[in-house]
């Protein structure tokens, strides 16, 4: 089993940035695609951005233009840079490769 950690979560106001970092040991991280995903209270799991190993990103519309993801490989760590964000962008954020499980997440909250 592989598992990701997540960490820079934390509360910010509205329009405001925050940025978290997904890291992993091992030299199987570099050649993976990984992937964030948020869920909030009650809410499904969404998609909303992947790297590959070569760098190539996707993102979902809910965060295309506002968030930025990028990777390491030589840290081990994959980044999610999230700008302007908005009350509905308060959720658990997580990070995935394809053979990792899920991990406890970070939590962000966006409010005045």
């Known amino acids: 089993q592989v598992q990701l950690v997540e960490s820079g979560g934390g509360l910010v106001q509205p329009g405001g940035s925050l940025s978290l970092s997904c890291t992993a040991s091992g030299s199987i991280f570099s050649r993976n695609v990984v992937a964030w995903y948020r869920q909030a209270p009650g809410k499904q799991r969404d998609w909303i951005a992947s790297i590959t190993s070569a760098g190539s990103t996707e993102y979902a519309m809910s965060v295309k233009g506002r968030f930025t993801i990028s990777r390491d490989n030589a840290k081990n760590t994959v980044y999610l840079q999230m700008n302007s964000l908005k009350p509905e962008d308060t959720a658990n954020y997580y990070c995935?490769?394809?053979?990792?499980?899920w991990g406890q997440g970070t939590q962000v909250t966006v409010s005045s």
């Open positions: 995935k490769m394809p053979i990792s499980d």
